[in-house]
């Protein structure tokens, strides 16, 4: 009933802890730039994994300009969000990288429509989110009292307990199918119910803030009902997004990773989820 159950949760649980230690060593004055390059790590994974979807298609691209640019997109965030007079270089470096893609395609035109649009997309599918993730990781304006990690592990939380809400109630009890001709496994069921554990998810960290003394984290009534809200339904926008390029790529997983399939498979539902929190507490809670 609940296919592949013992390597999700292997996967969790490697998943899970890698996070707690990553949180735990977030503000180390040395480990910080570690966390920053695994999560760089993690991106140009997930963009080889891309990559791969477009070969499996037919095409050509040069996956290791592609990958660099990525690394370098992602690292944009976390050095514009340890230093405040560079809170611009994220679009500037995101716009430089658009610059090379053509660059590198000047010398020779066959394709260039078609690989240009996929290199694009590229980044701006995977390594601008994730990019976003350092940037709430590493949000702390000196004008208000925040802990971003506080941030990412609202947003690793409710994003991920809703992919594991929708998965154990569509196993279970679910009957109609929400995306047949791409994840045939979903169901409106599930989705439901991942929607209602994300919402329970969110206002346990409303409580969390609220009556547990949790310094630099502050989620209120209306934030954590709206907030809840649009991450149980975009994080599932999210994983149904990253199927529909599997189907059409005609692959079951990203990946062959041990109890993991593939990084794109892990970070789908936050790759729509993390733009979510990032502009609220850059552009509207602070």
């Given at each position: 009933?609940?296919?592949?159950?013992?390597?999700?949760?292997?996967?969790?649980?490697?998943?899970?802890?890698?996070?707690?230690?990553?949180?735990?060593?977030?503000?180390?004055?040395?480990?910080?730039?570690?966390?920053?390059?695994?999560?760089?790590?993690?991106?140009?994974?997930?963009?080889?994994?891309?990559?791969?979807?477009?070969?499996?298609?037919?095409?050509?691209?040069?996956?290791?300009?592609?990958?660099?640019?990525?690394?370098?997109?992602?690292?944009?965030?976390?050095?514009?969000?340890?230093?405040?007079?560079?809170?611009?270089?994220?679009?500037?470096?995101?716009?430089?990288?658009?610059?090379?893609?053509?660059?590198?395609?000047?010398?020779?035109?066959?394709?260039?429509?078609?690989?240009?649009?996929?290199?694009?997309?590229?980044?701006?599918?995977?390594?601008?989110?994730?990019g976003m993730v350092l940037g709430v990781l590493y949000f702390s304006p000196l004008w208000i009292r925040e802990d971003g990690r506080w941030w990412t592990a609202y947003l690793?939380?409710?994003?991920?307990?809703?992919?594991?809400?929708?998965?154990?109630?569509?196993?279970?009890?679910?009957?109609?199918?929400?995306?047949?001709?791409?994840?045939?496994?979903?169901?409106?069921?599930?989705?439901?119910?991942?929607?209602?554990?994300?919402?329970?998810?969110?206002?346990?960290?409303?409580?969390?803030?609220?009556?547990?003394?949790?310094?630099?984290?502050?989620l209120g009534v209306g934030e954590w009902m709206v907030l809840g809200m649009l991450l149980g339904v975009i994080g599932q926008f999210g994983d149904l997004s990253e199927s529909?390029?599997?189907?059409?790529?005609?692959?079951k997983d990203s990946n062959s990773l041990p109890g993991l399939g593939g990084v794109l498979d892990a970070v789908d539902s936050l790759l729509f989820t993390a733009p979510i929190?990032?502009?609220?507490?850059?552009?509207?809670?602070?």
């Amino acid at each position: 009933m609940l296919k592949d159950l013992g390597r999700r949760v292997v996967g969790s649980s490697v998943s899970v802890t890698a996070v707690i230690l990553l949180l735990k060593f977030a503000y180390h004055p040395i480990a910080q730039y570690g966390v920053a390059l695994i999560v760089a790590a993690l991106g140009a994974i997930a963009v080889w994994e891309f990559d791969q979807f477009f070969k499996a298609k037919g095409g050509e691209m040069t996956p290791s300009t592609l990958i660099t640019l990525t690394a370098i997109v992602i690292l944009s965030f976390f050095t514009a969000a340890q230093f405040t007079v560079l809170r611009s270089l994220p679009p500037i470096i995101f716009f430089s990288s658009f610059l090379i893609l053509f660059a590198l395609h000047f010398r020779q035109k066959n394709g260039a429509v078609i690989d240009l649009s996929v290199a694009s997309f590229g980044l701006l599918y995977i390594a601008v989110p994730m990019g976003m993730v350092l940037g709430v990781l590493y949000f702390s304006p000196l004008w208000i009292r925040e802990d971003g990690r506080w941030w990412t592990a609202y947003l690793l939380v409710v994003t991920k307990i809703t992919d594991v809400g929708a998965y154990f109630a569509g196993g279970l009890w679910g009957k109609r199918k929400l995306a047949p001709q791409i994840s045939p496994g979903k169901t409106v069921e599930g989705a439901l119910f991942g929607l209602f554990c994300a919402l329970l998810a969110s206002f346990a960290f409303h409580l969390l803030s609220q009556y547990s003394g949790a310094q630099g984290f502050q989620l209120g009534v209306g934030e954590w009902m709206v907030l809840g809200m649009l991450l149980g339904v975009i994080g599932q926008f999210g994983d149904l997004s990253e199927s529909l390029l599997k189907r059409d790529a005609n692959k079951k997983d990203s990946n062959s990773l041990p109890g993991l399939g593939g990084v794109l498979d892990a970070v789908d539902s936050l790759l729509f989820t993390a733009p979510i929190i990032y502009f609220y507490i850059q552009y509207i809670k602070s």
